[in-house]
């Protein structure tokens, strides 16, 4: 597994304008039960700071731009999204961070799951020593 894992979208816009579309099973690689949107993040604030067991979750900066670190315990990679025609797929057991989020930065995330604290995985530590038992 990669740890950048991005996908590209197609632009279905015309001269009207852009559009995109997403599809669970299609250019989603799971199905969608749960989106959410992170917004009007402060520059100097960093987020995630945590992997998940079992959810997976698709990124799209719609607007502004923003920085994700990936860490699978091994090692880092970072990357900045600023195009709405690109995600990145947040896999399973994949300790994330998120930072340098511009004033318009607009996230939208998909996730294959409903929302539950308990796949939560928040401790650096243990998420080392999930890692070490795979
Ligand atoms: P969290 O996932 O920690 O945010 P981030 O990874 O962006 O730093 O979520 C922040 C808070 O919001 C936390 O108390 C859990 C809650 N939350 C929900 O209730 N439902 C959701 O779908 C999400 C993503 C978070």
Request: charged share 25%; proline share 1%.
């Amino acid at each position: 597994m990669s740890l950048i894992s991005l996908l590209t979208f197609n632009e279905l816009g015309d001269e009207r304008g852009g559009l995109i579309s997403l599809e669970q099973n299609k250019n989603i690689p799971f199905e969608i039960k749960r989106v959410y949107y992170i917004f009007g993040t402060q520059q100097d604030v960093a987020r995630g700071f945590h992997a998940h067991k079992e959810l997976q979750q698709v990124a799209i900066c719609l607007k502004g731009s923003c920085c994700f670190l990936m860490d699978d315990g091994r090692n880092k990679a970072e990357v900045i999204l600023d195009k709405s025609n690109m995600g990145i797929l947040i896999d399973v057991m994949q300790w994330h961070e998120m930072y340098d989020f511009s004033d318009d930065c607009l996230l939208l995330v998909l996730a294959s799951d409903y929302y539950d604290e308990a796949d939560y995985i928040r401790n650096y530590n243990d998420f080392l020593g999930c890692i070490k038992n795979v």
